[in-house]
């Protein structure tokens, strides 16, 4: 029989998971940063395919050297999201499991539907003070 967490080890739990979430967000961005300093370094010697155009495509040969050369770099920050995404659906589970635990609905409150106002009639006229509706 599996033996379930108490309610103070799940809140650790939490806590813990939590913080290991906002390391693996600061890694992927630190990844990111990277990767754009290789490319922005690729591009600074080799020059830019397309200089109108922000991103790579993947498909396109003449983005094939820049490819090839930030790789490492491009695994790296693949590896890091994964690892973010995952810890983040641990966090999501024992989260749900604090809130199952403790009595907490998992409903989504029942707000009022705020729609913006509607906007007042605009009355037109032409220069000579004609209406135009």
Known sequence: MIKKPTQKELTAQVVQLSMEHQLAHLAVQRRRIELNDQYRAYFAVYG????????????DPRYAGVIS?????YELLRKAKQK?????RRLDTAVRKLMTLTGVSLDVPAEACTAPPLPLPVRRFTSAGETLQ
């Open 69 to 73: 050369h930030t790789d490492g770099a």
């Open 48 to 59: 830019e395919p397309e200089p109108n155009f922000r991103g790579i495509r993947w498909e």
């Open 84 to 88: 973010r995404y995952t810890v983040k």
